[in-house]
């Protein structure tokens, strides 16, 4: 079992940056891969960015890309995004979600679906302002 608890939302002006916090619970952290999502109001849960267990590997939604970075401490069992440039179609609930690691295939078709996820956090309150 993973806990979760997301932190660092709020607001920011446009073009302003915010870095959000996930912390894990439990001592399989370290071998989950880890992911961020965000919903709007009125829209689905979407793909934000992924980590893989071992942290080699990230993967990005395209309208994120180049202004989000996703990082992660399993000595501090805590996930990161860091968000730059932000822009008003940027605001959402985040969320952080992990699945098992070790043997999970880190690719786009499992990384980017919510349900490949089993665990997830309360979410966090992102807005930014024009």
């Known amino acids: 079992q993973v806990q979760l608890v997301e932190s660092g939302g709020g607001l920011v002006q446009a073009g302003g940056s915010l870095r959000l916090s996930c912390a894990a619970s439990?001592?399989?952290?370290?071998?989950?891969?880890m992911g961020w999502f965000r919903q709007a109001p009125g829209k689905e849960r979407e793909f934000v960015a992924a980590i893989s267990w071992r942290g080699g590997l990230t993967y990005y939604a395209d309208s994120v890309k180049g202004r989000f970075t996703i990082s992660r401490d399993n000595a501090q069992n805590t996930v990161y995004l860091q968000m730059n440039s932000a822009k008003p179609e940027d605001t959402a609930i985040y969320y952080c979600?992990?699945?098992w690691g070790p043997g999970r295939a880190f690719i786009a078709a499992i990384i980017i679906t919510p349900a490949q996820y089993p665990y997830w956090g309360q979410g966090t309150q992102v807005t930014v302002s024009s």
């Open positions: 439990g001592r399989t952290f370290s071998s989950c891969d």
């Open positions: 979600a992990a699945a």
